[in-house]
């Protein structure tokens, strides 16, 4: 019996990265899980993704560790899809009582996007991707867990939406990162005479397979050396806080936002 056998979970974007890694960690710990992705193949899009794959999915890797898990492809930023993943989901596996908000992404180079110069096209897309991806999955889980009383939500934000770039660079991500901070406080009033928790996880500098390759063309020391800890942090150091805040070891817990960053925000690094 692990700590969530029994349990229905709901990880968005789970085909690859960080949310792949949150859905196997849920699965490990007994969870059953839902996966929503886009496209549930979109490790193609990146070789070091594909190579860490043991299964033709990650809905194939989660029922080879012995829970039901399915899968449901959904544009995140789209209200009906994700309506009808989760309900796909919650037919086929039952009420969800845990939900990993992890959708999302920036677009376009991490050096442009100015505050008062972003494209707003892009912008639009990032906003929709990030804040409204993550209102329209609670908005569609909310109502189980209230019926039940219980459950457990985390959202995901980033360090970006916690520090501002000293240039205003990349100010699309930022915000809608801060506004889901925000969003999460909201839901933690609205939602705690439910028994329900709603925490938010801040990453710092992860290095997923996709994002090392990055990591070493941009020059991995401008990221170094503003990271108390002097290394980059795991998929697996986010899935632990996964842990904490989806289990019983939360309970008293919410409206928090968990950073994992290594220690990045304690340090201002002039040139």
Same mark, same amino acid.
């Given at each position: ?14 085909? =690859? ?23 549930? =193949?979109? /490790? ?104 039940? =009383? ?59 397979? =996709?994002?090392?390759?990055? /990591? ?6 401008? /990221? ?7 290394? /980059? ?39």
């Amino acid at each position: 019996m692990g700590k969530l056998t029994g349990k229905t979970a709901i990880v968005t974007g789970a085909a =690859r990265g960080l949310g792949r890694v949150y859905a196997l960690h849920l699965a490990k710990l007994g969870a059953n899980v839902g996966a929503i992705d886009i496209n549930l =193949r979109s /490790f193609q899009e990146f070789q070091a993704e594909a190579d860490q794959l043991t299964a033709e999915t990650v809905v194939e890797e989660l029922q080879a560790l012995g829970v039901k898990a399915v899968g449901a492809e959904a544009d995140i930023s789209n209200q009906e899809q994700v309506f009808a993943a989760v309900k796909k989901i919650s037919d086929e596996l039952g009420d969800v009582s845990i939900l990993i908000c992890n959708a999302g992404g920036g677009m376009g180079p991490l050096t442009e996007g100015k505050a008062s110069q972003m494209d707003l096209d892009i912008y639009q897309k990032v906003v929709a991707r990030n804040l409204h991806g993550t209102v329209y999955t609670v908005t569609a889980v909310a109502p189980m867990m209230k019926k039940n =009383r219980t459950g457990k939500i985390v959202t995901v934000a980033s360090i970006g939406g916690q520090m501002a770039n000293f240039d205003g660079t990349y100010a699309h991500y930022g915000l809608s990162k801060a506004a889901i901070i925000h969003y999460t406080k909201l839901l933690a009033n609205e939602l705690g005479p439910y028994g329900i928790n709603a925490n938010c996880i801040a990453p710092g500098f992860i290095s997923t397979a =996709r994002l090392k390759t990055g /990591f070493k063309a941009a020059g991995e020391e401008k /990221f170094l050396r503003n990271i108390s800890l002097q290394r /980059f942090g795991t998929p697996e150091d986010c899935a632990y806080g996964i842990e904490f805040l989806t289990t019983d070891m939360s309970d008293y817990v919410t409206g928090h936002v968990l950073e994992v960053n290594g220690g990045t925000n304690n340090k201002v690094y002039i040139e």
